[in-house]
T-cell receptor, first 118, second 116 residues
């Protein structure tokens, strides 16, 4: 079974600064998808960014970018120019490339609570 | 964008009763629905996966007789917590995906269940 580890229960950053959230995972599969989700106090899960394992290029979405190190099984999220609205729980998630039998459900890490200091 | 409407957002029920949670995909066909459970300040744990018209696949340790999942149409899936007990109190979230969309998951807004 796959596992996702987020070793930072809480992170704090000054507004406009850059912060990096770490995520490592364990899998024996060679093809999979990785995600970062944001969960604000409303509890609505919001997709931040996703990465296909077969793509070497790191995904980028505006102020959000990832550092995907497949050999190290690491998938960190960098948030540049942090804004107050970025404050939330951030979850790293893994999905097998295989489909069916529940294999395409997401496995989540325990989350990192990101605090933005004004 | 794709929207999944989940109801109710909050429910309080008495121990021993059953509660039904609905998730509807409003502008797309949800061929697959995932149900997650989230304990306070913890991660989301996948409970089960259902494909439209077929039986749900439950994760290890999830009681299929307690958590009944129905996915009878491409726009509606329900989770019924039967004979609820206080330990079933939790936050339940559904997530829908369309056929052929390998990594596009749309989440509902969640249901906070409190069993008293």
């Amino acid at each position: 079974a796959q596992t996702v580890t987020q070793s930072q229960p809480e992170m704090s950053v000054q507004e406009a600064e850059t912060v990096t959230l770490s995520c490592t995972y364990d899998t024996s599969e060679s093809d999979y998808y990785l995600f970062w989700y944001k969960q604000p106090p409303s509890r609505q899960m919001i997709l931040v960014i996703r990465q296909e394992a077969y793509k070497q290029q790191n995904a980028t979405e505006n102020r959000f970018s990832v550092n995907f190190q497949k050999a190290a099984k690491s998938f960190s999220l960098k948030i540049s120019d942090s804004q107050l609205g970025d404050a939330a729980m951030y979850f790293c998630a893994y999905r097998s490339a295989w489909s069916g039998g529940g294999a395409d459900g997401l496995t989540f890490g325990k989350g990192t609570h990101l605090i933005i200091q004004p | 964008g794709a929207v999944v409407s989940q109801h109710p957002s909050r429910v309080i029920c008495k121990s021993g009763t059953s509660v039904k949670i609905e998730c509807r995909s409003l502008d797309f066909q949800a061929t697959t629905m995932f149900w997650y459970r989230q304990f306070p300040k913890q991660s989301l744990m996948l409970m089960a996966t259902s494909n439209e018209g077929s039986k749900a696949t439950y994760e290890q340790g999830v009681e299929k007789d307690k958590f009944l999942i129905n996915h009878a149409s491409l726009t509606l899936s329900t989770l019924t917590v039967t004979s609820a007990h206080p330990e079933d109190s939790s936050f339940y979230i559904c997530s829908a995906r369309s056929a052929g969309v390998h990594y596009g998951y749309t989440f509902g807004s969640g249901t906070r269940l409190t069993v008293v």
